[in-house]
T-cell receptor, first 113, second 116 residues
């Protein structure tokens, strides 16, 4: 089955700096890669996603890149703010699997004011 | 749209009791997922349904756990009998999975289960 590895497990940055979280996946058939943000005590929320026919996608301060050849994808947050502090999960899925996503173990991001 | 609805939000029960968690997915979504989240094990997929049919229940930890989806708008996760190690937050999520590719899962608020 699919295996998703996520790094780093914790990340601390200064407000205004950029943050990058990286994930690798094992199943070359995976074609959909969502990212979730989970604030303390709350549910995971989808923040951005990318499909395998696209190399990069951007939404305001967040962007995701995908390298299908290398089977890795990354989340980039620019101009970080304290409210970006949360646990971020990457995931991988394929449309032949009824939408089932395999999640990474999560990255705890702390943005220091 | 109200999003994914779960009930109860909190459940405290004694060991040995039956626990039933409920979920109403987003209307129109055809896939439903049950997850369990703990500090030790992270986010675990327990079971998922597509078009009300269980597709993969390999994540269900033991026979004490069972899940049903009698129709497109309702699912239950039952634990009988419950044990202290079942204490966790249980999330239900739904998504639209189709030929165009998966859509991101939308999570419910979760049920925080405490078994004493």
């Amino acid at each position: 089955g699919e295996n998703v590895e996520q790094h780093p497990s914790t990340l601390s940055v200064q407000e205004g700096d950029s943050a990058v979280i990286k994930c690798t996946y094992s199943d070359s058939a995976s074609n959909y890669f969502p990212w979730y943000k989970q604030e303390l005590g709350k549910r995971p929320q989808l923040i951005i996603d990318i499909r395998s026919n696209v190399g990069e996608k951007k939404d305001q301060r967040i962007a995701v890149t995908l390298n299908k050849t290398a089977k890795h994808f990354s989340l980039h947050i620019t101009e970080t703010q304290p409210e970006d502090s949360a646990v971020y999960f990457c995931a991988a899925s394929k449309n032949t699997n009824a939408g089932k996503s395999t999640f990474g173990d999560g990255t705890t991001l702390t943005v220091k004011p | 749209d109200a999003g994914v609805i779960q009930s109860p939000r909190h459940e405290v029960t004694e060991m040995g009791q039956e626990v039933t968690l409920r979920c109403k997915p987003i209307s129109g979504h055809n896939s439903l997922f049950w997850y369990r989240q703990t500090m030790m094990r992270g986010l675990e997929l327990l079971i998922y349904f597509n078009n009300n049919v269980p597709i993969d229940d390999s994540g269900m930890p033991e026979d004490r756990f069972s899940a049903k989806m009698p129709n497109a708008s309702f699912s239950t996760l039952k634990i009988q009998p419950s044990e202290p190690r079942d204490s966790a937050v249980y999330f239900c999520a739904s998504s639209l999975a189709g030929l165009a590719g998966s859509e991101g899962g939308y999570f419910g608020p979760g049920t925080r289960l405490t078994v004493t």
